[in-house]
C-alpha cells in the first residue's frame, strides 16, 4: 500500500478521474460478481479494468513529462474515449443486476396516467414534418457540443475549465449509466403490446436518416431507455 501511494505521490487527480476511473473500476467488479445474463462478461471486465489501469497509469505520465502535448492532450480528453466504449458495451451488460427483467410496462402505464395516450405512439401525427430533421439535429448534437465548448478552451490554455466541465459530463453520464443497471426498461419498439401500435418512424433527410443509423429504430440500448 505504501509502495502505491507512494507511486502516485505528487499526481492530481481531478473530480473526472475519480468518476472515470471509479466507474471504469466499478462495472469491472460489477461483472466478477454479477455476470450470469451476460455471456461476454470477460471481455467487458477486462477491457473496463484495463480503462481505469490506464486513465491512473496516463494521469501519472501526464504529470511525469508536462511537456508532451500528446500526452496532455490524452489526459484532458480520454473520457471520450471512455465513455464511448462504455455506451457500446451497455447494450450487452446491462442486464448484469436485473437479468430480463424491465421496468418497462410501468413507465408504460405511468405514460398513459400522466398524457392520457402513449405518447411515442401520439406524437407519429407529426412524422415526415420539419420537426422530425428539428428533433434529430437536437438529438445529434448531444455528441458534439461537449468538443464545441471544450476545444476552444483546451487551445487557449484553460485545461482547469476543460476538466471542470468534463466532470460535469462525466458525472452525467455515470448517474445515467447507473440507472440503466438499476432500472433497466425498454423502448416502445421493442415492447411487443407498444410496438404493434406503431406505425412509422421519423423521416428527414440529413439528421433523422443520420440519427436513425446511430441508434437503430428502437434504440442502440435496449434497456437503456430510463431515464433518458
Not at 77 to 88: D, G, S, V
Not at 165 to 181: D, G, Q, R, S
Amino acid at each position: 500500500m505504501r509502495g502505491l501511494l507512494n507511486r502516485y505521490a505528487g499526481v492530481r487527480f481531478f473530480a473526472v478521474d475519480l468518476l472515470c476511473a471509479g466507474y471504469a473500476a466499478g462495472v469491472a467488479a460489477l461483472l466478477l460478481v454479477c455476470h450470469r445474463s451476460v455471456p461476454s462478461w470477460p471481455l467487458h471486465a477486462t477491457v473496463h479494468a484495463a480503462f481505469a489501469v490506464v486513465i491512473v497509469e496516463g494521469i501519472r505520465a501526464a504529470s511525469r513529462h508536462p511537456g508532451s502535448r500528446a500526452l496532455d492532450a490524452a489526459r484532458v480528453f480520454y473520457p471520450l474515449a471512455l465513455f464511448a466504449y462504455a455506451y457500446i458495451a451497455l447494450d450487452a451488460i446491462q442486464p448484469a443486476i436485473a437479468g430480463t427483467y424491465t421496468m418497462s410496462g410501468t413507465l408504460a402505464a405511468a405514460d398513459v396516467a400522466i398524457f392520457g395516450v402513449h405518447p411515442t405512439v401520439w406524437v407519429e401525427r407529426f412524422y415526415g414534418t420539419a420537426l422530425d430533421e428539428l428533433c434529430a439535429f437536437f438529438y445529434l448534437s448531444y455528441y458534439v457540443i461537449p468538443l464545441a465548448i471544450t476545444v476552444p478552451w483546451y487551445v487557449a490554455g484553460d485545461r482547469r475549465r476543460v476538466l471542470s466541465a468534463a466532470a460535469l459530463v462525466a458525472l452525467t453520464y455515470t448517474i445515467n449509466f447507473a440507472l440503466f443497471f438499476a432500472l433497466p426498461a425498454l423502448g416502445p419498439h421493442h415492447m411487443a403490446d407498444l410496438a404493434a401500435a406503431h406505425h412509422g418512424h421519423y423521416q428527414g433527410l440529413v439528421f433523422g436518416p443520420l440519427c436513425r443509423a446511430i441508434q437503430g429504430d428502437g434504440g442502440s440500448i435496449r434497456g437503456g431507455v430510463f431515464p433518458s
